[in-house]
């Protein structure tokens, strides 16, 4: 049982693909609690790169855009967060498959993650939440209450991913581009794996005391009851 004066904070880390939003949506929803979505942040820091055309390999320009950057994450009815830059709604902006990797790419940068570190700490200080991302349970909260990490194979992957792209929730931006076709979408997938486990910085990996879940052959709602059995059990 947690402390009355504590938060409980639960990590859910995985590749792309694997269900970690939907998962993390459905459990904060059941638990009552924050949903906070951090890979939304690095795409954040992806547009915003973009949008000013800033060299990102140049740490002092890098610096520069870090510094003068303002995130708001802002729960929309029915708990739905959206990311603001300096008042502007940019969610409708950091999904697109260029955003996509160059955030990949983006937040291997030291200067980047620490940017991010304590607005991300931040949160967890005022409020119970589930955290999705990438190194929320071995990095950014390493004494988290509860962490787990979700996997599928590759190809399952991909076609979640690409079924994603197709649906409604694509931005008007991601509609008027050409699509991708599910061998691009498994391409780009494939090198995003390459890309965030083989970094020196807060590489993609599983917590040593996380619960590892296998979500291939398993519907959303199945995986976030094994995630509440290992949070009850515990």
């Known amino acids: 049982m947690k402390s009355k004066n504590k938060t409980r904070i639960i990590t859910i880390d995985g590749p792309a693909g694997a269900g970690k939003t939907t998962v993390s949506k459905a459990l904060s929803a059941r638990l009552g609690c924050v949903y906070v979505d951090t890979g939304s942040l690095y795409r954040g820091v ?13 740490e002092a320009e890098l610096a520069a855009l870090l510094s003068s950057l303002s995130f708001e994450l802002k729960l929309q009815a029915g708990g739905t967060p959206r990311l603001f ?6 969610t409708d902006y950091i999904r697109t498959p260029e955003i996509t ?3 990949s790419d983006v937040s291997a940068k030291t200067s980047v993650r620490h940017a991010l570190l304590g607005f991300q700490r931040q949160i967890a200080q005022n409020s119970d939440a589930v955290f999705e991302g990438r190194d929320m349970g071995t990095v950014v909260f390493p004494d988290a209450d509860h962490k787990f990490f979700l996997f599928a194979d590759l190809k399952t992957r991909a076609i979640r991913r690409y079924s994603q792209n197709n649906n409604a929730g694509c931005s008007q931006q ?32 599983p917590a040593d005391d996380a619960v590892m879940i296998d979500s291939t052959d398993l519907a959303p709602d199945e995986v976030v009851d094994k995630i509440l059995a290992c949070i009850t059990a515990k």
């Open 101 to 103: 990797m160059l955030s």
């Open 46 to 58: 992806a547009y915003e790169v973009c949008r000013c055309n800033v060299n990102w390999r140049d």
């Open 85 to 90: 830059s300096s008042g502007q709604d940019i």
């Open 174 to 205: 991601t509609k008027t581009a050409q699509p991708q076709t599910l061998a691009e979408v498994e391409e780009a997938i494939s090198k995003r794996d390459q890309n965030d486990s083989s970094r020196e910085e807060a590489p993609l990996k």
